[in-house]
């Protein structure tokens, strides 16, 4: 099935055919269910917000560090989401430039992986204990792997060369606390407090080779393989972060593990790390001490000293990301329920470096959204648009805001 929404194109390309005088109304976001129109100026920002997905289910855009993009044979940018609907889920493309949606998969009871690989467009995700590979421009499908019953893993992230896929497994234990307690609140201390067994372990995507390559007693995840250097990843201690010294690094081929960050200030907590584009920095989100003091910082992944920028209460994020040519940031916002306890946090910022600081700017009012679904901002890959997650109209959907302002 193909869509087309009459909404504004990213990058240069012109304008689709749309009622002009509904682009261009100030309105307040999510002020109604649905919105009167795909595309309108945000009231309280003066930025243009598009609705990218049509409102036909459910569909989620991915996890702030997991690539959604891959570039067309005829230098279109598509994004791969999910679509959910009665039917079960499955995974779409989204044309940047046409707004045509088209699926990728077929339908399941529930689709894991987020893993786009940008050289082959080879697509990996996960069905129950199987691994496939589909590919955007064929629809080539492949099986890659299959986890045994008493290795029930998950894969999450491709290395740069695009040969091996990664992911953890917790033991036993580990997962019976998550059955028993599905609530986050609920086994997030459990699972710290109980030292199982981890493994770390990576899959051949052409042979299905798998190898562990490392284990140790206590909670691992957020694993992510750099972007540039294939034999470079990187995971965490999993846990209350003021708990733990969160951000890791493994070599593949020796298997000598890193520590990125060391706490130093009693309360002090790091996380929520992402690789920066080039491959050189680890960014992360940093407390000093938890709740007071607000910093992004960037650990070089070659040593040497952090670069850290501070920003005040209202503008932390639970999730930040970083522009393609790496001159600007944006998060997510977060209510007052969060770390932050921020009174007036609920927007989609961006952000710009200014010496030893951010200099913050409001891009969407989040008022009207649930963050119990966390909105996951990413960039657009020509670093216009900011893209990300929301419910406001009622129900999960992908958007985009322009960075520049409406004229």
């Known amino acids: 099935m193909r869509y087309l929404l009459a909404a504004a194109l990213l990058g240069a390309a012109p304008l689709l055919p749309g009622p002009r005088a509904q682009a261009q109304a100030r309105l307040e976001t999510g002020g109604q269910q649905p ?23 459910k569909n989620g855009s991915f996890y702030f560090h997991n690539n959604p993009f891959l570039k067309t044979a005829s230098g279109q940018d598509e994004m791969v989401f999910y679509h959910t609907d009665e039917k079960g889920q499955q995974l779409r493309l989204l044309n940047l430039q046409t707004r045509q949606v088209r699926p ?7 689709i ?8 082959s467009h080879d697509v990996y995700y996960q069905v129950e204990n199987q691994v496939y590979a589909i590919n955007a421009d064929t629809r ?50 459990r699972i710290y407090d109980a030292k ?33 250097d294939p034999d470079l990843l990187m995971y965490c201690h999993e846990g209350p972060w003021g708990k733990v010294d969160r951000i890791w690094t493994i070599s593949i081929k020796s298997h000598a593990t890193k520590l990125m960050h060391q706490r130093t200030v009693d309360g002090e907590i790091a996380g929520h790390e992402f690789f920066s584009p080039d491959g050189k920095t680890i960014w992360f989100d940093l407390q000093q001490p938890r709740s007071v003091t ?54 989609i910022n961006l952000f710009r470096p200014t010496g030893d600081h951010f200099a913050a700017e409001h891009l969407v009012r989040m008022a009207y959204h649930g963050y119990k679904l966390e ?33």
């Open 294 to 347: 607000f910093y992004l910082a960037g650990a070089p992944v070659a040593g040497g000293p952090e670069t850290r920028y501070q920003h005040q209460r209202n503008e932390w994020s639970i999730h930040y990301n970083v522009s393609p040519d790496q001159t600007l940031f944006a998060g997510d916002g977060g209510d007052p329920g969060q770390v932050a306890k921020a009174p007036d946090g609920q927007w």
């Open 112 to 119: 894991s992986g987020e893993i786009v690989g940008r050289k």
């Open 35 to 57: 919105m009167p129109a795909a595309e309108w100026v945000d009231q309280a920002t003066g930025h243009k917000v598009v609705r990218l997905t049509p409102l036909d289910g």
């Open 196 to 228: 199982v067994q981890h493994i770390l372990f990576t899959i051949n995507v052409k042979t299905g080779k798998r190898e562990e390559i490392y284990q140790e007693k206590t909670w691992l995840g957020h694993v992510q393989f750099s972007p540039t």
């Open 104 to 110: 990728l998969t077929g339908y399941y009871k529930r």
């Open 375 to 407: 909105p996951n901002v990413h960039f657009s890959p020509d670093g216009k648009w900011v893209i990300f997650r929301a419910n406001f109209e009622g129900q999960e959907q992908v958007y985009a805001v322009e960075i520049a302002k409406a004229s």
């Open 140 to 189: 080539k499908e492949r099986k890659v792997y299959t986890f045994p019953t008493d290795f029930p893993g998950s894969i999450s992230t491709l290395n740069a060369d695009e040969t091996l896929l990664a992911g953890s497994l917790g033991g036993a234990e580990a997962r019976e606390i998550f059955k028993k307690y599905p609530a986050k609140s609920d086994f997030f201390n």
